[in-house]
Structure formats: structure tokens, C-alpha cells
């Protein structure tokens, strides 16, 4: 990170956090000895953000106690959409049911969903993610979801607007085979895997996504970026 | 239902309830002045246990407390498949997470639903129905469904049996054009539906199911069946 940091290249993180402010996420990896500040994150709460005073909607929140600080300054009267993040505690029967009576009261049902994972893993066991949740509201309602971050492809034209990038100009380095890697090329960019955290041997087979390179750590990476300037 | 009686046909009440045992859905019916007893009634359940001992399956329950002594003689431990029903207020965090971990736990998961319902009004709103946690549970295990109770085909082949008579003998009364009309005539049976109940006018330009008849009431249907006799 050093590295590129010092080469003068143009850096973001990309992550599909949305337990935390980016705040919190970045005080985290600081903590990790990381050298990060907010305005490098591209996270999908603020991507929602402004998706959402873009068309003048107003979210109702079913989201993580610890994210509702990223939408302060949004307009939540009287909503008009229903944004869905990773709740966890927070997916109670009555908060599901009081999404989901919204949005089917909706003319038109607006869901917003920051990311579409199955579940994750915690210390105390799997964990059921965002995505099957978005599932229940899009049966429910017979609504189609829009996702707010990785793989969505307007989530990784964010992250190069924001750095003044053309995706042929960038390199994603992820762990994700569909998230990071397929969702970065289907946006134009190139695309490396790192075979750390959530690779698996079999990634290496995947049917439809095909990275650019294997590294087999970040610092790996840095050395192809820098051979090919 | 007193003139079907007397006239010597076969007769069964076909229900998606899962909120209740037959005893206690008899016991209400019974209240209103129907004369209707628990061996008439065929239900996703018991429907349900059926398939478990057929099978070998031995389920974990996700369904509502009142239900559970539907699933009385069936082998709980060690559970091999999920059973899910409506479970309103039992559809916590924690339980769709224990749930799920079960189901991707397993070499081979098995989810069983008592329906496919997606939401249904009850006197303090409307709620999300088993269906749509259904779809929840097959995002997040990639596993599909086995949907017992209308419309299934299966569930209409065991009211059949049940009476002992073939599909071409038999026909459905119904105020449900998907549920009731369309899982009936799947089946091979006549199906007829009642304009009361769920029953509303778009129904009579349904996209793909067109009943053989549409009656006012329940009283006309057998004026219809005594006149075809």
C-alpha cells in the first residue's frame, strides 16, 4: 500500500461494508496499521446516498444501527423507497413486515439494496446476509431490487469517477471472484486475484469470470502493476 | 355443504392454514355453523408428514407454536431436512439464522414449505407470508423449494386419494384463481371459482388460468354440480 501510495498512482477501497460507517471501517483498518483515510472509501451507503438525492427519494432504513449516521443528512419523512443493508439484529419479524407494508404501498415500489450477499461468517457461526432478506421483499412485493454495491457496475463507476479514472486507466485487486473480479471487468477494468481471505482453489475454475493475473498477496500485485508502467 | 352431504358425494376441505392444527381449524369452522370434522380436512402438514416418513426425513421446524402437534409422531432429532410454515412471530433473527445454517450445513439440503404465499392481511396489517421467507432460505443455500399445500399438484393428488377417486371425477370449488383454480385443473380436475373471499375482478382476465366455471356464491356451485349429475 506504501508503494503505491509513494508511486503517485491513484488509490480507492472498494468494500461492501455496510455494518459500519466508513468512519468506523476506516479507524478499524488504521488500527490494522493500514495507511487509509475515509475519503479513499468507496462504500455502498454513500453510493445510496446519492442515488437517492439524485431522484428526490426518501428512504425508509432497515438497516445496521451502527450504518443510519451515513444517511443524517437525507430526507427520511415521509418515504418513498426502502433502502436495505445488512441489519443483522435489526430483521426482526415487525421491522420486515414494516418494509415490506411501505413498499407494497408504494405506486411504484422503489428497493434499494446496498449489496446482494447469501450470508458471511461470525465468530459465533453463518450468518444470513442482506441479499436473502432482499430476496423475501422482492417476492413479496414481485419487485426487482436495485443493488448498491459490489459487483454492481455503477458502483465501480463511482469508485473511478471519484478517482478521475477511465476503467482501461485501472486495476481492481480483490479477493472476490464475482464481486471484486467478475463486477470490475464487466465495468471495462482489469482485474487481479489475490488467492487470500476469501479465495477459494476452486475460484480457479470459475464458469463465466476470468481474472486478469493471480498474485498470491497484495504486495505480489503491486509488483505486476509497476512492471507494466 | 349440507345438500353435497346428504347427496352421498365425496367431499374434502382443501387448506393452506399453517397457523393452526386441523383440530383447531375444525373447531373454528365448527363455530361458524359448518358441519365439517378433522378427517375431512387435507392440509400442507399433515400433507408434509407424509412426505418426512415416505422419506426418511427427519425435519428441524421453523413454523408457528401452534402447529408443532401436527409434527408430533414425526422423528425430530438429528434433523436431515427444514420445514418451514408460516411462522409469524417465530420468524426471528436468530431462528432463520439457526435455520439456515442446518440447511447449508447438510450434504444435500432439503427445504420443505407448507406454501408459497407471499403476504396476507391480518386485523393490524398486512404480513410477510412463509413464501417469502422461502425464497430467503433458497437465495442464501441455492437450494429449491419442495412447496407442499395449493398449489402443489402433489397436495391436490393427496385430497384425491384421500376420497379415492380420480381427477376427472372430482372438482375444485374455490374463491383463489391461482392457489385454488389453476393448482386443481394442473391436476387433470374441473375447477370452479367463487366471486367472495380473495376472489377480485381482474381475475376473470387472468394471463394462464381460466376456470370452467364462475359461480356468486357457494350455493350456486352445487346447483352446478346437482345439474351436471
Known sequence: LNRIKASGLKLRFCTNETQ?????FVKKLQGLGFDISVDEVTAPAPAACRILKERGLRPHLLVHDD???????????????VVIGDAAENFTYANLNEAFRLLIGMEKPVLISLGRGRYYKET???????????KALEYACDVQAEVVGKPAKMFFES?????GVTPQEAIMIGDDIVNDVGGAQQCGMRAVQV????FRSCDENHPYVKPDAYVNNLAEAV???????
Chains 1, 2 share one sequence.
Open 159 to 163: 469508485a473511478l469517477a471519484e478517482m
Open 67 to 81: 450504518l443510519v449516521p451515513e444517511f443524517a443528512e437525507i430526507d427520511k419523512a415521509n418515504p418513498n423507497c
Open 195 to 198: 488467492r487470500t481471505g476469501k
Open 223 to 229: 509488483d505486476i502493476i509497476f512492471q507494466q508502467l
Open 124 to 134: 459465533d457461526g453463518l450468518k444470513l446476509d442482506v441479499g436473502a432478506y432482499m
Open 20 to 24: 459500519a460507517t466508513r468512519e468506523n
